[in-house]
């Protein structure tokens, strides 16, 4: 757990997707008592800024250009054995856990906003903690993960031009009319659409739909 005596949690975020790192930031903005105080597109831009000492926790891909997560984790570490660090990549990595279970106050989840904000919430900023349940959980569900990310793989290679419009123009903030106004299709066609996707997709909501687009790269389509 993070103690601050001010209650203010300062984060620290080293992510090269930008659209993704966005979409992370903002989600962590919507907690008043959370501030964004270095904003780094690789591990090497993280170490850099290491002097500051002003974070309270670190939130980073394990994988990125320049330098990985887990090389600027190990480099953090040599100074630095107390601050929390929540690391993250697309799918389980048994030779990563295995090696960040070696370091202090590591905690490694899936690349996703929802389990990002659920893991601070719930493990590292809360007295108790459910972290070891959900990492059990994680690793159980290795095959499970890749099978999931193998069959979704699938269904978004059969997703037609006009649906793979219709995730770009919602995360484009665009409402459902204004969707079928530049795509020439009523409103209530794309909200059929949005329902028809959502349950392909295995999403629940169209929020969950831009989600999505971040988290799988739509957002840099050419259609």
């Known amino acids: 757990m993070v103690n601050n005596i001010s209650n203010l949690v300062r984060f620290s975020i080293a992510e090269s997707d930008y659209y993704f790192k966005q979409f992370l930031i903002k989600m962590l903005e919507e907690n008043p ?30 994988f990125m250009p320049i330098l990985s997560g887990i090389e600027a984790i190990k480099f953090i570490r040599q100074t630095n054995t107390t601050v929390p660090i929540l690391a993250y990549s697309s799918t389980y990595q048994e030779d990563m856990a295995i090696l960040l279970d070696t370091m202090p106050n590591v905690f490694y989840c899936q690349k996703s906003s929802i389990i990002i904000k659920d893991i601070l919430s719930n493990s590292i900023l809360s007295e108790t903690s459910d972290y070891e349940e959900y990492k059990k959980e994680w690793a159980s569900q290795s095959q499970s993960v890749q099978d999931y990310m193998a069959r979704q793989k699938r269904e978004q290679q059969e997703l037609s031009v006009t649906e793979i419009q219709i995730i770009k123009l919602s995360y484009e903030g665009y409402s459902n009319k204004e969707i079928g106004d530049r795509i020439n299709l009523s409103a209530r066609t794309i909200d059929t659409y949005i329902i028809r996707l959502t349950e392909k997709l295995g999403l629940k909501s169209k929020l969950d739909l831009v989600r999505f687009c971040v988290e799988k790269g739509y957002y840099n389509s050419s259609i």
């Open 33 to 62: 008592f959370y501030s964004i105080v270095n904003d780094c597109n690789n591990g090497n831009e993280l170490i850099n800024r290491l002097y500051r000492k002003q974070e309270d926790m670190f939130i980073l891909n394990l």
